[in-house]
C-alpha cells in the first residue's frame, strides 16, 4: 500500500519504523515544524523529521495543513492512505478527502475510553489495570471514527507513563502494520 506518514514524537517512531520495514510504501512524512527548545531557544527538529530524513524520506512540515501548495504536493504523490500516529493537530476534511483509501489513525486507548490528548497519562492517573492501542479511520471529529483493531495490554502495578508509553509505541506499530496488511 502506498502511504504518507503524518506524526511528530518519539511515539510515533516505532510505528515509522515497522512501515519502513514492512511491504507497504512510505511515499513521505508530515510532521510538526521545528519548534524552539532548550535554554537557548535554538529549533529542533521532531523526532519523526530526524527518522524519516535519515530513511531518505521527503519530509514536509506545514504551518497551515489547509494551504494549497501543501495539498496538491500531497495530491500529486496520490497516496492511498494517510498514516497519522501521534500528529498534534486536527486533520482539515480536504486534508481526510485525498487519500483514496482514507486516512488511519493509531491511538494510544482502547476508544472510545481515553480520546485527546494524554490517555496513556489518565489510564494511569484512573488506576485502570488495562490499557492498549487502537487503530480507526479518522474522521473530522476528535477521535471519533470507526474502529478497525484494537490490542490490550495489562498496565503494571508500579508502571510508570513512561514505561507504558514505550510499551504502547511498540504495540501500537505492530497494530498499524496488521491494520495495513488487511
Not at 490490550?152 to 511498540?170: C, K, S
Amino acid at each position: 500500500m502506498r502511504l504518507v506518514f503524518c506524526g511528530t514524537p518519539d511515539f510515533a517512531l516505532p510505528s515509522l519504523r515497522a512501515l519502513l520495514a514492512s511491504r507497504h510504501r512510505v511515499l513521505a512524512a508530515i510532521t510538526q515544524p521545528d519548534r524552539p527548545k532548550g535554554r537557548g531557544r535554538l529549533p529542533q527538529a521532531p523526532p519523526v523529521k530526524e527518522l524519516a530524513r535519515e530513511a531518505g524520506l521527503e519530509v514536509r512540515q506545514p504551518e497551515s495543513l489547509k494551504d494549497p501548495d501543501f495539498l496538491a504536493w500531497l495530491e500529486g504523490l496520490a497516496p492511498e492512505v494517510l498514516v497519522v500516529v501521534a500528529y498534534g493537530r486536527i486533520l482539515p476534511r480536504a486534508l481526510l478527502e485525498l487519500p483514496s483509501r482514507g486516512c488511519i489513525n493509531l491511538h494510544a486507548s482502547l476508544l472510545p475510553r481515553y480520546r485527546g490528548a494524554a490517555p496513556i497519562h489518565w489510564a494511569i492517573i484512573n488506576g485502570e489495570r488495562e490499557t492498549g492501542v487502537t487503530t480507526m479511520f479518522v474522521t473530522p471529529e476528535l477521535d471519533a471514527g470507526d474502529i478497525i483493531l484494537q490490542e490490550a495490554v495489562e498496565i503494571g502495578a508500579r508502571e510508570t507513563a513512561g514505561q507504558l508509553h514505550d510499551r504502547l509505541a511498540v504495540l501500537g506499530a505492530e497494530l498499524l502494520v496488521k491494520t495495513l496488511d488487511l
